[in-house]
């Protein structure tokens, strides 16, 4: 296929809901209730029966739910494309785009070599172990900051208040941009990746919102240099035989920071608290015992994993005894791989000081997570002020749970009580 050849084609019918799931393995649907709810027991289902499971639904994709399954497949490049991550087709009213510009859109998770590369050198010194070091203390005052807010109620939502607060903080700082956009950094990734998959039109208006936007702060910075990283990509110079830094490629960058960067890392943040707060004595055990957290944000990690990436195949490939055909898509299932039984003891036991935990929750192969060091950060901070300031605490049931489904999974409103918090 040439360069330019429109690889866009929508189909309204695609999106139409299809009903409730007879059978997961030859119809499975990421929007049902039941695989919102709680996909772990659905998993085990189809890795008994059919561990590459198929759905016609959306569009029609793949669903491998073994370990082995998932790491061949993120190797399988360049015949398993990262060019359409999200598994839902395009919706109408979406502009058709060509080859280049898809593997730009949100460099490097988009793109395949050569520019998956280029791009991902471009980003790696910012995300190195010491460099995020130096977003600890801002993590942590902003943590106290939002507790500062509604510990004297006794009373939060562990999800809106806290967990959805932290991230879009966290990278309006990074990437050097207003912070008083956190909150509308919310609402976009929310209309990119949440709400917007079940509503074409929101996910358009959001997608051009948060473009438009993008496009000004790169252009302002082309014209007016700042102490930031935006302006730091732009004018960056990589020894990249193939590197080719224009302001579209920066802005796909960027769009990659917000969307990658905030619902993933504020999903793994809810989740951990929706753990301690429905599990008492894993609560206690991390009160008491602090030195257990960098094992603890793993198994935080590895259970409640949210990340599930897609691919589209280029051509035929075989995995298991599946054939895959070219035009597929193929869900990366990181989740589902880290409950399988074949590769964890107990998989579905969460157990706060496993020993032995090769997670895939950051992903396998070219495209594992750049921004790991910075999501283990901003977990470590999140859980360790919260418990700090507030050792007793639980989910309540004043209003009910709402978990986030589809690609990236987390709990979205999670109401939380508390008897007894410190004050600064
Ligand atoms: C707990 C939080 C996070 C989780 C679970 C997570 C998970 C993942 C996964 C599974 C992938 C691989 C996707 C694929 O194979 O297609 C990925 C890629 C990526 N993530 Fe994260 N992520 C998290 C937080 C972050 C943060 C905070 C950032 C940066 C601000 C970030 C930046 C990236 C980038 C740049 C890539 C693309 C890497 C590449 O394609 O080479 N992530 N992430």
Same mark, same amino acid.
């Given at each position: 296929m040439s360069e330019s050849a429109p690889v866009n084609?929508?189909?309204?019918? !695609?999106?139409?809901?299809?009903?409730p799931v007879e059978d997961w393995t030859t119809d499975y649907d990421i929007r049902d209730d039941a695989y919102v709810?709680?996909?772990v027991p659905i998993w085990a289902e189809m890795r008994d029966k059919c561990p590459i499971a198929h759905t016609d639904r959306l569009g029609g994709s793949w669903n491998p739910t073994r370990f082995d399954d998932v790491r061949e497949m993120a190797g399988l490049v360049p015949e398993l494309s990262s060019r359409q991550v999200l598994v839902m087709p395009p919706p109408a009213g979406m502009p058709e !785009?060509?080859?280049?510009?898809?593997? =730009?859109?949100?460099?490097p998770i988009t793109a395949d070599p050569p520019i998956h590369s280029w791009t991902r050198r471009m980003l790696l010194p910012t995300f190195a172990p010491k460099a995020v070091l130096?977003?600890?203390?801002?993590?942590?005052?902003?943590?106290? %900051?939002? =507790?500062?807010?509604? =510990?004297?109620?006794?009373?939060?939502d562990g999800a809106v208040d806290y967990s959805q607060q932290i991230p879009p903080r966290v990278i309006a700082h990074m990437i050097g941009v207003d912070p008083g956009m956190a909150d509308t950094f919310v609402e976009w990734v929310n209309g990119v990746l949440g709400e917007g998959l079940n509503d074409p039109e929101l996910r358009v208006r959001t997608r051009d919102e948060l473009l438009t936007y993008l496009?000004?702060?790169v252009n302002s910075r082309l014209e007016d240099p700042r102490e930031d990283l935006l302006t730091e990509l732009l004018h960056m110079e990589l020894d990249h035989p193939e590197a080719n830094i224009t302001p579209a490629v920066v802005v796909g960058i960027a769009n990659l920071l917000i969307v990658a960067g905030i619902d993933t890392t504020w999903s793994? =943040?809810? %989740?951990?608290?929706?753990h301690l707060g429905t599990n008492p004595a894993d609560l206690q055990r991390l009160v008491d015992e602090p030195e257990l957290m960098a094992v603890a944000v793993e198994e935080f990690l590895r259970f409640y994993s949210p990340v599930t990436m897609a691919r589209v195949a280029e051509?035929?490939?075989e995995v298991g005894d599946v054939c895959i055909h070219a035009g597929d898509k193929v869900l990366m299932n990181f989740p589902a791989a880290n409950h399988d039984p074949e590769h964890f003891e107990n998989p579905d036991e969460f157990i706060i000081d496993r020993a032995r935990n090769r997670h895939v929750a950051f992903g396998s192969g070219i495209h594992r997570c750049a921004g790991s060091n910075l999501a283990r950060l901003e977990m470590t901070a999140a859980i360790q002020v919260w418990i700090d300031r507030i050792p007793n605490f639980h989910v309540s049931d004043r209003e009910p749970m709402k978990w986030a489904g589809g690609q990236v999974r987390g709990p979205r409103i999670m109401p939380m009580t508390f008897t007894a918090g410190t004050k600064r």
């Amino acid at each position: 296929m040439s360069e330019s050849a429109p690889v866009n084609p929508s189909n309204a019918e !695609m999106w139409l809901p299809g009903g409730p799931v007879e059978d997961w393995t030859t119809d499975y649907d990421i929007r049902d209730d039941a695989y919102v709810e709680n996909p772990v027991p659905i998993w085990a289902e189809m890795r008994d029966k059919c561990p590459i499971a198929h759905t016609d639904r959306l569009g029609g994709s793949w669903n491998p739910t073994r370990f082995d399954d998932v790491r061949e497949m993120a190797g399988l490049v360049p015949e398993l494309s990262s060019r359409q991550v999200l598994v839902m087709p395009p919706p109408a009213g979406m502009p058709e !785009m060509s080859r280049y510009e898809q593997q =730009i859109a949100a460099a490097p998770i988009t793109a395949d070599p050569p520019i998956h590369s280029w791009t991902r050198r471009m980003l790696l010194p910012t995300f190195a172990p010491k460099a995020v070091l130096r977003y600890t203390e801002f993590t942590e005052e902003l943590c106290h %900051s939002l =507790i500062d807010g509604f =510990i004297e109620k006794g009373e939060c939502d562990g999800a809106v208040d806290y967990s959805q607060q932290i991230p879009p903080r966290v990278i309006a700082h990074m990437i050097g941009v207003d912070p008083g956009m956190a909150d509308t950094f919310v609402e976009w990734v929310n209309g990119v990746l949440g709400e917007g998959l079940n509503d074409p039109e929101l996910r358009v208006r959001t997608r051009d919102e948060l473009l438009t936007y993008l496009n000004d702060e790169v252009n302002s910075r082309l014209e007016d240099p700042r102490e930031d990283l935006l302006t730091e990509l732009l004018h960056m110079e990589l020894d990249h035989p193939e590197a080719n830094i224009t302001p579209a490629v920066v802005v796909g960058i960027a769009n990659l920071l917000i969307v990658a960067g905030i619902d993933t890392t504020w999903s793994s =943040i809810g %989740s951990a608290l929706w753990h301690l707060g429905t599990n008492p004595a894993d609560l206690q055990r991390l009160v008491d015992e602090p030195e257990l957290m960098a094992v603890a944000v793993e198994e935080f990690l590895r259970f409640y994993s949210p990340v599930t990436m897609a691919r589209v195949a280029e051509q035929d490939v075989e995995v298991g005894d599946v054939c895959i055909h070219a035009g597929d898509k193929v869900l990366m299932n990181f989740p589902a791989a880290n409950h399988d039984p074949e590769h964890f003891e107990n998989p579905d036991e969460f157990i706060i000081d496993r020993a032995r935990n090769r997670h895939v929750a950051f992903g396998s192969g070219i495209h594992r997570c750049a921004g790991s060091n910075l999501a283990r950060l901003e977990m470590t901070a999140a859980i360790q002020v919260w418990i700090d300031r507030i050792p007793n605490f639980h989910v309540s049931d004043r209003e009910p749970m709402k978990w986030a489904g589809g690609q990236v999974r987390g709990p979205r409103i999670m109401p939380m009580t508390f008897t007894a918090g410190t004050k600064r």
